[in-house]
């Protein structure tokens, strides 16, 4: 929705909402619309999520992982995460065409340094096969569906969702003298690993400036009276990982405490809140297993 179609009275009233306490469509200003969470979509992958927001956000997300060789130029003893977003032009009709190049680029940067960061990172060594020779290549793949917003945020729950569903073949190594190296993938899926570190992955939140207040989970609405937002990256210990402003709006020094401070609380309610409902999935999926039944969180797609 372009800014323009926003007239001063419906700009008024969100902001008189927003400091009154309730937003327009009932929410409180730290309330996120009710998320839906389904993993194990794709069988043709190693782990997938998918998030809604509401009735609007939808972002499906893809972990595959493949034999590569190892970059040399960084010591040879890590493996290596490529990630990409793309927004279906359906999701939003600003991103038809070209129009979704800048938000891709932009996602997809913030995933590469929340994945493979120095704080709440993977564990890339873990990822080395054969030092100076092979490694896993962790393959992220994102699209979205569908865009009512806050979409950064959805994101990086269908990443953390995905990720920690994921299993990797083990491998199995074996010197043949001379200083070669030779390793064979294992078949058996009982022994396929996790990825390590997948637990430790942050969750971003988006805080935006509205007026006197600040918001989270945004809608399109709502984002288009905000001169300014931050995307804060906590992760499970509780420790900032990225901090990245955005908007032409300055932010008092006392305002950006107080968003971040929100960013730390509403993280923490939602990696409580991803986690449980992978636990509980996990344990489903099981059930039905038992049973003989098609696992849900498969159904469901």
Not at 31 to 41: F, H, I, N, S
Not at 216 to 242: K, R
Request: charged share 20%; net charge negative; proline share 5%.
């Amino acid at each position: 929705m372009p800014s323009s179609l926003l007239s001063p009275v419906e700009r008024d009233f969100i902001r008189s909402s927003i400091l009154s306490g309730t937003r327009s469509d009932g929410r409180g200003p730290s309330d996120y619309r009710t998320p839906e969470l389904v993993t194990c979509l794709i069988p043709q992958t190693d782990g997938s999520a998918r998030c809604r927001l509401g009735d609007g956000t939808d972002v499906l997300v893809s972990v595959k992982a493949e034999v590569g060789s190892v970059d040399l130029s960084s010591g040879g003893d890590t493996g290596r995460v490529v990630c990409n977003v793309e927004a279906s032009p359906s999701a939003n009709q600003s991103f038809e065409g070209r129009g979704a190049d800048e938000l891709n680029n932009e996602l997809t940067r913030a995933l590469d340094r929340a994945i493979a960061g120095p704080q709440g990172g993977l564990d890339l060594k873990a990822l080395c096969i054969v030092p100076g020779a092979h490694c896993w290549d962790i393959h992220v793949d994102a699209l979205i569906l569908d865009d009512g917003g806050n979409l950064m945020d959805a994101l990086f729950m269908a990443v953390r969702a995905a990720l920690c569903t994921s299993r990797i073949p083990a491998t199995t190594t074996q010197d043949v003298g001379e200083g070669q190296v030779e390793f064979e993938v294992v078949d058996d899926v009982d022994q396929a690993k996790a990825i390590a570190g997948s637990k430790d992955l942050p969750l971003c939140v988006t805080v935006h400036q509205i007026g006197e207040g600040h918001v989270v989970d945004a809608t399109p609405t709502e984002a288009l009276c905000s001169s300014a937002q931050i995307h804060v990256s906590f992760n499970g210990s509780g420790q900032l990982c990225a901090l990245q402003k955005g908007g032409s709006g300055p932010i008092e020094p006392s305002v950006l405490m107080s968003m971040m401070q929100t960013g730390r609380e509403q993280a923490k309610k939602l990696l409580s809140w991803v986690d449980g409902e992978l636990v509980r999935q996990e344990k489903l999926d099981k059930e039905q297993r038992r049973l003989g039944q098609a696992p849900t969180s498969q159904a469901l797609f």
